[in-house]
């Protein structure tokens, strides 16, 4: 959707894995284009990702990123969890 907002003010946030470069960092851009907010995600490289949700704000969507190992399952369940409780 083009106002993923709509009437109630509902936020549509999509969480992007390895979003920082490649296929992830060009879906990330493309669903903010597309008017959903996005959390970023990468295992290390945060200056890449905050320079993809830096590029995501300039086109008026929210943007948070997120480090973490996906294999390490407590791990992600706190940052996605910790995010959330943010929102």
Known sequence: PRD????ARVSLR???TGSSRGIG???ALRLAGDGYDITLHCRRDRESAQAVADE????GRAATV???DV????????????????E
Do not use: H, M, S
């Open 56 to 59: 995501i704000r300039r086109v």
């Open 71 to 86: 294999a390490d399952r407590d791990a992600a369940r706190r940052a996605i969890e910790a995010d959330i409780e943010q």
């Open 25 to 27: 960092r060009a879906t």
């Open 66 to 68: 997120l480090v973490f």
């Open 14 to 16: 999509v969480l992007i």
């Open 4 to 7: 993923a907002r709509g009437p």
